[in-house]
């Protein structure tokens, strides 16, 4: 069975930064290409960044530069780093695998403040 458990959000000033987490259970981590996504308030969920099983990395163009994805394949935990935080970047945030697949976890929220 599937888990994915995301946390790490919060409530930040722009500018500020933010560290998500989310552990993986039930897949075989390693082999899975992963990605953060996110969903906006009446919006829909959008692809944030992904990262493969060898470690290569893409973003999406409203965060390069400012978002940093990596994964530790020994603790099955893909993680988001956040800076220069913006309002815009406002959501519930989540983990998968990429493509994504039908389980999602809870989601953790980030909250930018102006």
């Known amino acids: 069975q599937v888990r994915l458990v995301e946390s790490g959000g919060g409530l930040v000033q722009a500018g500020g930064s933010l560290r998500l987490s989310c552990a993986a259970s039930?897949?075989?981590?390693?082999?899975?290409?992963m990605a953060w996504y996110r969903q906006a308030p009446g919006k829909q969920r959008e692809l944030v960044a992904r990262?493969?099983?060898?470690?290569?990395?893409n973003y999406a163009d409203s965060v390069k530069g400012r978002f940093t994805i990596s994964r530790d394949n020994a603790k099955n935990t893909v993680y988001l780093q956040m800076n220069s935080l913006k309002p815009e970047d406002t959501a519930l945030y989540y983990c998968?695998?990429?493509?994504?697949?039908?389980?999602w976890g809870q989601g953790t929220q980030v909250t930018v403040s102006s």
């Open positions: 998968n695998v990429f493509p994504y697949s039908a389980t």
């Open positions: 039930g897949i075989i981590f390693s082999i899975n290409t």
């Open positions: 990262i493969t099983s060898g470690g290569t990395t």
